[in-house]
C-alpha cells in the first residue's frame, strides 16, 4: 500500500505471521534474530540512537551500518536506511503487534520519499525487496525455511 501525508509519500507493507510477538520482534532487533532471516551477521547496539551494523558476510568486509531512530520493547523499532534513489536515508519503522486468531502482524512503513519519477521508482524497487525479506522472515518461522538459500533475492 501507499500513502501519502504532510511529511510525503510511504510505502506500508503488511504481514500476518504465525509466531508470537515476542519472537518476531526479536527477529528485527537481535544479533541471532537478524541472522536467522536478513543478514549472514549483526551487530547490535538496542537503544534509540544506536546502531545495527548488517554483514553480509561472515567477517564483516562487506557490512552496512543503519541508525536505530526509536526504540520501544513493546513492539516498535525504526531504521535509518539508504534509499537506492539518492544518497538520502529513508525511515523504515517496524511494528510488531498481536494478532489474536494469527499469531503476529508485521508492519513495516518506509519513507518518506518526494513525488518525483526517479524518487517513485527507487519506492517501487525498495518495496520490492521487502515484500521479499517479509515473506522471507514469514517462510523462517512458519515453514522453517530460509528462502536466501533457496531462492536468493
Known sequence: MVIRDEQGIW??????????????????????????????????????????????????????????????AGGNIAWNWPSRGDDRFVRIAWTVQPSVEQGSEVVLRMGPVGSDPESLMAMAEDAESWRWYLCNLRTVFEARVDMRTVRPL
Open 11 to 72: 510505502t506500508v507493507l503488511r504481514e500476518t505471521i504465525a509466531a508470537h510477538p515476542e519472537e518476531i520482534f526479536a527477529a528485527l532487533t537481535t544479533e541471532v534474530g537478524l541472522i536467522r532471516w536478513f543478514s549472514v551477521a549483526a551487530q547490535v547496539d538496542l537503544r534509540a540512537g544506536g546502531s545495527i551494523v548488517l554483514g553480509w558476510d561472515r567477517k564483516f568486509k562487506r557490512k552496512l551500518t543503519i541508525g536505530i531512530e526509536e526504540f520501544d
